[in-house]
C-alpha cells in the first residue's frame, strides 16, 4: 500500500494543523504518525488501531494532538492544536503490519514520504 502525506506547513506557536494520510488501498491495518526533527532519531507520536477502538499518544503530544480514520475514505488525520516550535520536524504517516496498534517503527510496514511542519516561536 502507498501513503500519500499531506496537510503540513509554517504557523505559529499556539496554532493548529490537520495532518492527513490517504492511503492507495483499503487497509486493515493500524495507522501511525511519527516525526523527525533535524538531528533527531525519528520518533512516535501517535497511532491508532484499524477499528480506532485503540489509540496510543507519545506523552509530548498528549492533549493537543488526535488521531483519527475514516476507513471508508482510506484515509488517517492528526489534528494538531496548540503547537510548539519543538514541534517542528517531517512527519511521517505509516500503515502497520497487523490491526493492533503498536509504537515501534519495526511493527509498520509501509511509509508515506513526509510532510514539513515547522511551528515559528
Known amino acids: 500500500v502507498q501513503l500519500q502525506a499531506s496537510g503540513g506547513g509554517l504557523v505559529q506557536a499556539g496554532g493548529s494543523l490537520r495532518l492527513s494520510c490517504a492511503t492507495s488501498?483499503?487497509?486493515?491495518?493500524?495507522m501511525g504518525w511519527f516525526r523527525q526533527a533535524p538531528g533527531k532519531e525519528r520518533e512516535f507520536v501517535a497511532a491508532?488501531?484499524?477499528?480506532?477502538?485503540?489509540?496510543y499518544y507519545a506523552d509530548s503530544v498528549k492533549n493537543r494532538f488526535t488521531i483519527s480514520r475514516d476507513n471508508a475514505k482510506n484515509t488517517v488525520y492528526l489534528q494538531m492544536n496548540s503547537l510548539k516550535p519543538e514541534d517542528t520536524a517531517v512527519y511521517y504517516c505509516a500503515a502497520g503490519f497487523h490491526g493492533i496498534v503498536s509504537t515501534a517503527p519495526a511493527d509498520f510496514g509501509s511509509w508515506g514520504q513526509g510532510t514539513q511542519v515547522t511551528v515559528s516561536s
Open positions: 488501498a483499503r487497509t486493515f491495518s493500524s
Open positions: 491508532i488501531s484499524w477499528s480506532g477502538s485503540s489509540i
